[in-house]
């Protein structure tokens, strides 16, 4: 008999995570490898574009995890856009992650209203796709490999 409570807790959240991560280690030859690299460690990656005032034109929010470079967001100004300003962010993110970090490829997701069709352009490819996500928007998930 068990009893179910769904109350958040951040202690059981982080054992729970960390059994999660022993159970997949002792399954996984290569996350076991990983274990004690720093190729285990999320580290953050962030690029930044700054107009002459130094205001915010737009930026890459990322991180590197285990030769992935995983863009969490990537925004550029109304203003700005259409001038290869999120190219040149992305790009720069893409160069920083495979010389400085080894990373050999790039994941992302956008949403249908967002920009699939702009990371096509940068060379990703669409690799999942998941409708009504949330109701009434298509999510896309896109990886490149870089080098």
């Not at 107009?51 to 890459?60: F, Q, R, V």
């Not at 992302?108 to 702009?118: G, K, N, R, V, Y």
Request: net charge neutral.
């Amino acid at each position: 008999m068990f009893r179910i409570e769904t109350e958040v807790d951040k202690g059981r959240r982080d054992l729970l995570r960390s059994r999660l991560r022993d159970t997949n280690t002792a399954a996984s030859p290569i996350l076991a490898a990983l274990r004690g690299t720093p190729g285990e460690r999320e580290v953050p990656l962030h690029v930044w574009a700054l107009d002459p005032a130094g205001d915010l034109a737009g930026g890459l929010v990322g991180h590197t995890w285990a030769t992935w470079l995983h863009v969490t967001y990537l925004w550029v100004d109304a203003a700005r856009r259409g001038a290869g300003l999120g190219s040149r962010l992305l790009a720069q993110a893409e160069h920083l992650a495979a010389t400085d970090r080894a990373c050999t490829a790039a994941r992302l997701e956008t949403w249908d209203f967002q920009a699939p069709h702009f990371y096509e352009k940068q060379g990703y490819e669409v690799v999942c796709v998941i409708p009504d996500y949330p109701p009434g928007i298509t999510e896309y998930t896109l990886t490149k490999r870089l080098g």
